[in-house]
């Protein structure tokens, strides 16, 4: 191959693939080659799958000059977090109780990326069944930009390798924050779906009613690709939507002018550093020079729905896990047990209050969304964090909130969010940005969130990986 190809946008080489200028085989061993090289040093993949990698590409080499093609996704790497079942292959979900789970089936998600003609190049790694903390025998991935920096949880895999250029995007899942805070902390976007939108069958539950299924790649083209593939219902899945699944290329493309992004300059300023806000009043006067129209809004209130989410996801925790942690509770970290634990203690009042509050925000949220096309928010309230002020966050149950305050309110309401890398800090660490949509909209998201990256470079920083970050 005459050119590095790694770095390349997902349907970018799609493009390439499917008019035979590069092969689906070539591509992918080249990967594979820069895996080997790197992930040792970044532990993104729990499992590389070599062999049927090269084999799915020979397959799609072959049906594209037999005149065969499947979409955008036909032979082009993909990673696939390891809490998603693919068939005949361990699937462990970052925990030690799983891993010798092979499933019989593939996820929903993973057999439409099969049947996109997608190449699956491996399974990343993830925190402990997708809570905050890898489990004491797993090593932590590690931040291509800066080993000395967090990368995220729980999709810190899908979002490390496809910043490394280690696939070409990724399915990750977001439960209160685990798409946007590693598509942040990476640089890289990251779309969590609203919820309903792509079936969750297949995939290993933390708190299924908080659990959302999404795509991260390297720009928001990218990511529309990978989600018109993922959408729509699934008979395995009674609560995914029976909703039409729009044109998401397309719509990506469309023109922003005219479009109202909501700004509550109080709750995007309160205990938000410097960096961060610099970050947002940039992205206000991009936008705003694409023909976008910022309207001040107030949003409502999220203390009480971001205390509300730890104990609805324990709950939800406590009966995922109800049956293997009964037999094999030695299995566990400390931390998802404490979950588990503290989910089984919550009461029945208590929880019924919580749903009730969720319900209320749910509908104040959608109410807010009907009078502007997206929010636009910063994902954390802080530039990137060392791993050293990480490992004190039990500590700190005041920074627990903060890294929380723009994140998990949109999984207790279910409204589909946009993260993508909107600045970099002194060190040259990413800062990522968030977008809201209504339920349903994400239309309206990738739009915006390609119209900005169209008017800026941040996501096309590349890390160093043996040295500071290089533009």
């Known amino acids: 191959m005459s050119f590095n190809v790694e770095f390349c946008g997902l349907t970018e080489v799609g493009e390439l693939i499917a008019r035979r200028a590069i092969a689906s085989k070539d591509v992918t061993e080249a990967l594979l080659s820069r895996i080997r090289r790197l992930d040792g040093q970044l532990r993104a993949y729990a499992r590389v799958l070599d062999e049927s990698a090269l084999r799915q590409a020979?397959?799609?080499?072959?049906?594209?000059?037999?005149?065969?093609h499947r979409g955008p996704l036909h032979g082009v790497p993909m990673?696939?977090?390891d809490l998603c079942w693919i068939r005949g292959v361990a699937t462990a979900a970052g925990t030690v109780v799983h891993k010798d789970y092979v499933p019989a089936r593939d996820a929903t998600v993973v057999r439409k990326l099969i049947d996109a003609g997608a190449v699956l190049i491996g399974k990343t790694q993830l925190t402990e069944g997708a809570y905050s903390d890898y489990h004491p025998s797993i090593p932590p991935v590690q931040n291509p930009w800066n080993g000395n920096y967090w990368a995220g949880i729980s999709s810190s895999g899908s979002a490390v390798a496809t910043a490394a250029g280690l696939c070409f995007g990724a399915i990750a899942s977001d439960t209160g924050g685990s798409i946007r805070w590693p598509s942040a902390a990476n640089g890289v976007s990251g779309l969590k779906p609203t919820w309903g939108r792509v079936s969750r069958y297949g995939t290993f539950d933390l708190a299924p009613s908080l659990d959302h299924i999404g795509p991260v790649a390297r720009n928001v083209i990218d990511v529309a690709a990978i989600l018109k593939v993922m959408a729509g219902h699934d008979p395995n899945d009674s609560t995914t939507s029976v909703r039409p699944v729009p044109e998401y290329l397309t719509d990506a493309s469309a023109n922003i002018r005219g479009k109202r992004i909501g700004i509550d300059p109080h709750w995007n300023s309160e205990d938000v550093d410097d960096w961060t806000q610099a970050a947002l009043t940039e992205a206000c006067?991009?936008?705003?020079?694409?023909?976008?129209?910022?309207?001040?809004?107030?949003?409502?209130?999220?203390?009480?729905?971001?205390?509300?989410?730890?104990?609805?996801c324990a709950v939800e925790a406590a009966v995922a896990h109800q049956a293997a942690y009964a037999l094999h509770k030695e299995q566990y970290g400390a931390i998802l047990s404490s979950v588990i634990e503290n989910g089984m203690a919550v009461s029945g009042m208590a929880y019924q209050e919580i749903l009730l509050r969720r319900a209320a925000f749910r509908g104040q949220v959608e109410a807010l969304l009907s009078s502007v096309d997206a929010i636009l928010t910063p994902v954390h309230p802080f530039a990137p964090l060392t791993l050293k002020t990480i490992a004190t966050l039990g500590e700190q149950p005041e920074l627990i909130a903060k890294l929380q305050r723009y994140t998990c309110p949109f999984n207790m309401s279910g409204h589909p969010t946009l993260a993508f890398p909107g600045s970099a800090s002194v060190e040259g660490m990413p800062i990522g940005l968030q977008l809201i949509a209504a339920e349903f909209d994400e239309s309206a998201l990738l739009a915006l969130g390609a119209a900005f990256q169209g008017a800026t470079s941040w996501h096309r920083r590349q890390p160093g990986l043996s040295g500071p970050p290089r533009s």
């Open 58 to 68: 020979e397959i799609a080499d072959r049906e594209i000059e037999a005149g065969i």
């Open 79 to 81: 990673a696939v977090k």
């Open 285 to 312: 006067a991009i936008f705003s020079n694409l023909g976008a129209e910022l309207v001040e809004v107030s949003f409502p209130d999220v203390r009480q729905i971001v205390a509300d989410w730890t104990p609805n």
